[in-house]
C-alpha cells in the first residue's frame, strides 16, 4: 500500500522536524516491507509570502484532496503579523478539510523529568487525552473593527458555537474516553461569565451524555479552575473536552506539566474522512532554536505516529506502538535527548537513534 | 477616621472567610487605634435569592456608592445556574462600579510548598502581578443564541475590545511594573488566531509602550505559551496584563503553582476613585468544605490588607505591611496552616493567630 502524504515543513524548526519525521517514516515503511509514503512536499512559508506575496495556490483545496494526510511541520515567522500567517494556511486548512477534532494526548513519556514534584513519584498519574473543538467557537474568525485609526477604536471577536458543532465534538470525546481504560471525561466551560454560546456549550454536552450514562463517567470544570486541578490532581483526569480556545491553552500547560512542550502531538482529524487528516507537533516555528540542529523531533515522531495509525484505518496500529515503542527506547535514554529535556543531542542524533529503535524492536 | 465597608459575604465559605477578615481588621484598627471600620452586611446570596427571586435590591448602585471600599466573600452554588448568579451580582458590580483593573499579585508565602520541583529550591523565583481587564473583553457580556430549542441552535460570545478600555489598562499594567524593582512588563495574547480586538490589543499597547520606552522591559507571549512558561521559568515574568478571560486562567493557574488557590487575592479596582473599589480572594464559594469550618481564610486576609492600603491612600501602607507579615508569620509555622498548605489548623485557629500575630508585630 502507498500512503500519499502531503508535506508542509512551514516555517522555523518545522522544515527540520519534518524532513526527520519523513525519515523515520521511510525506515518504518522499509522495516516493514508492506507499506511505503509518498510526499508532495509544499513550499508554503512565511519566507516563500515575503518572496510572493501568497501562502498557498488558490487551488489548495484540490491539491491537498489528493492526499491520504497532511503532514504539517509549523508556521509563523517575526517579519509576518501571526494573525496572516495562520489565517493564511493552518487555520483555513482545519477549517475547509473538515477538521472538526483536534486530539491532544498527553503523558510522561519515558525519560521525561516532569516539573511538578509530586509526579516524579508517579509518572503515570498524568496520562491524559485532550480532545479540541477544531472547527468553531472562538476561533470563528468573525468580528471586526470599527473606527480603527481613531481614539473611539473598538473592535470584536465573535465566538460562535452551533448546536451541530458541539454535538458532534462530544460524541467524539464520549467515544474517546469509552475507548479508555479508565472511562472519565472531564467537560471544560466557562458558562458562569459567558452566559450565551457556553451555556449551549453545556447544554449539549448533558445532552450527549445521557446516551452514555453508567458507560462513561463524567463531570464539568470551570477553565480557570481546570488549571488548578490538572497542577494538584493530574491523576483525576483521563480524558479533557473542550473548546477551540481552552483546549488551546490548556494542551500547551499539559504539555509542561508533562515535561517539555517538545514532545507533544497533535492530530486534526475529519472522522467524516472525506477530508484527509493533518497531523503537527503542537510546538511552533520556535525562531529562537530554527536552523540550529537542537530541535526535539519527538513531538512530530508522536504526530507521525498518529498518522501511521489514521491511515492505517486499523490495519497498522501493531505498527504504531512499535514505534511509539522506538520513541521511548529513544527518550528514555539519557545520551538521546535533547537540551528541553535535559540532554544534549541534537536533532540529527535523536532520528538516527529512532530509526536504529525501529529496526530493532 | 472611620472607613465605610460594604460586606457582601455571600455563598459558601465566602460567609467564613468574610467574618474571619472583619475580626482581622478589627484588631488591626484597634491594635492602631487611629481608625476604625464600619461594616454594613448585604444578604446577597444564592441562598436568599431561592427564597424571594433576587439579588440585590433595585438601588444597589446607590446603597454600594455609600461606602469607603466593597468587601466581597464568594459567589456560586449548586443550585443555581451559575451564569445567573455571577450576572445578577459580582459582575454587574464590577461593570458599573467601574473597577476596569482586576489586580493579582502571586507570590510563595512563607510556609507554602510550591508544587513545582524547580521552585521548592527558590521560592523567591515566583513573584508575579497580574493586572486583569476587568471591564471589557470576553466577559462583556454580549452575544445571544437563535434557534434555542432545536438541531440548529447557533449560540455567539462577542468580546468587545475599545481603544479607550485598553489603553487604562495598559497604562496601569506599565505604572505597576515601574513601581515594582524589576520593572518587567509581560503582554499577553492571542493575537494570532483572534485577529480583530486581539489585534487592537496588541496595537494599542505597542502605542503605550512608547511611554515606557527604556523604563520599564517588556514582551509579548501568547496565552497557550504563556502557561509553559509560567511553568517552566517563573523567575523570567514579573508584572503581566492580560484580557478579561485570559487573565482569570492565568491567575488560577499562577495561583496553584504558588502554592493553594486559597492564598489568593484580588483586587477590583475603579482608578478614578469615583466608585468604591472591591476586594475578594480569588477562591470560589467551595461547596465541598462550606460550613466545615477548614477553609483557608489567607487569600481572604491577603485580600483585606490589599483594601486597608486602598482606603489609606499611602497613609496605611505601613499598617497594611505589618498586616501582611503577620499573615507570613502565620502560613510559616506548620501548626497554624489549613489543610490546602499541608496543615490541619481550622480557619478559626489561623484567624486567632493572624489576630494575636497582628497585636504582637
Ligand atoms: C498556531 C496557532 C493558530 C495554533 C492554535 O492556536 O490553534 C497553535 O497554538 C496550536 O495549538 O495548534
Ligand atoms: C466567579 C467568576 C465570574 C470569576 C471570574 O471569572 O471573573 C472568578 O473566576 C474570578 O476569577 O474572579
Redesign the interface.
Known amino acids: 500500500t502507498v500512503y500519499k502524504i502531503a508535506a508542509i515543513p512551514g516555517d522555523g524548526i518545522g522544515v527540520d522536524i519534518t524532513e526527520a519525521a519523513e525519515q523515520v517514516l521511510d525506515t518504518l515503511a522499509a522495516t516493514n516491507g508492506t507499506f511505503k509514503f509518498e510526499y508532495t512536499t509544499f513550499d508554503w512559508s512565511s519566507k516563500a509570502y515575503k518572496e510572493r506575496g501568497w501562502y498557498m495556490q488558490d487551488d489548495w483545496e484540490a491539491q491537498l484532496k489528493k492526499h491520504d494526510a497532511i503532514y504539517f511541520g509549523a508556521v509563523?515567522w517575526p517579519d509576518v503579523?501571526?494573525?496572516i500567517?495562520?489565517?493564511s494556511m493552518i487555520?483555513p486548512i482545519r477549517n475547509t478539510m473538515n477538521q472538526y477534532v483536534n486530539v491532544r494526548p498527553t503523558r510522561i513519556l519515558k525519560g521525561t523529568t516532569a516539573?511538578?514534584?509530586?509526579l516524579?513519584k508517579t509518572p503515570s498519574e498524568l496520562d491524559w487525552v485532550i480532545v479540541r473543538e477544531n472547527s468553531e467557537g472562538?476561533?470563528a474568525?468573525q468580528?471586526?473593527?470599527t473606527h480603527?485609526h481613531?481614539?473611539?477604536?473598538?473592535?470584536?471577536?465573535?465566538?460562535?458555537?452551533?448546536?451541530?458543532g458541539i454535538e458532534r465534538i462530544m460524541r467524539f470525546a464520549f467515544e474517546t474516553a469509552k475507548s479508555r481504560p479508565r472511562r472519565k471525561l472531564t467537560m471544560v466551560t466557562?458558562?458562569?461569565?459567558?452566559?450565551?454560546?457556553?451555556?449551549?456549550w453545556d447544554k449539549?454536552f448533558y445532552d450527549v451524555a445521557k446516551e452514555y450514562e453508567g458507560v462513561v463517567e463524567f463531570d464539568k470544570m470551570?477553565?480557570?479552575?481546570m488549571?488548578?486541578r490538572m497542577?494538584?490532581k493530574p491523576e483525576s483526569l483521563d480524558t479533557i473536552v473542550a473548546t477551540n480556545?481552552h483546549a488551546?491553552?490548556l494542551?500547551?500547560?499539559a504539555?509542561?506539566?508533562a515535561g517539555s512542550?517538545g514532545i507533544a502531538p497533535s492530530s486534526n482529524l475529519d472522522p467524516t474522512r472525506s477530508c484527509p487528516s493533518m497531523f503537527e507537533p503542537i510546538h511552533?516555528s520556535a525562531p529562537d532554536i530554527a536552523g540550529k540542529g537542537i530541535a526535539n523531533p519527538i513531538g512530530a515522531f508522536w504526530s507521525a505516529a498518529e498518522m501511521v495509525r489514521w491511515v492505517g484505518k486499523g490495519e497498522l496500529d501493531a505498527v504504531a506502538d512499535q514505534f511509539m515503542q522506538a520513541i521511548e527506547n529513544v527518550t528514555g535514554n539519557p545520551k538521546t535527548r535533547t537540551r528541553d529535556m535535559g540532554g544534549s543531542a541534537g536533532t540529527t542524533e535523536v532520528t538516527e537513534a529512532v530509526c536504529r529503535e525501529i529496526e530493532r524492536v
Open positions: 509563523g503579523p501571526d494573525h500567517s495562520l489565517w487555520l516539573p511538578l514534584a509530586q516524579q472562538e476561533y474568525g468580528g471586526g473593527t480603527a481613531g481614539p473611539n477604536a473598538i473592535a470584536t471577536e465573535v465566538a460562535i458555537f452551533t448546536r451541530v466557562k458558562s458562569n461569565a459567558q452566559r450565551h454560546g457556553m451555556v449551549l449539549v470551570l477553565v480557570d479552575a488549571t488548578v497542577v494538584n480556545l488551546d491553552i494542551s500547551d500547560l504539555a509542561a506539566l512542550i511552533g
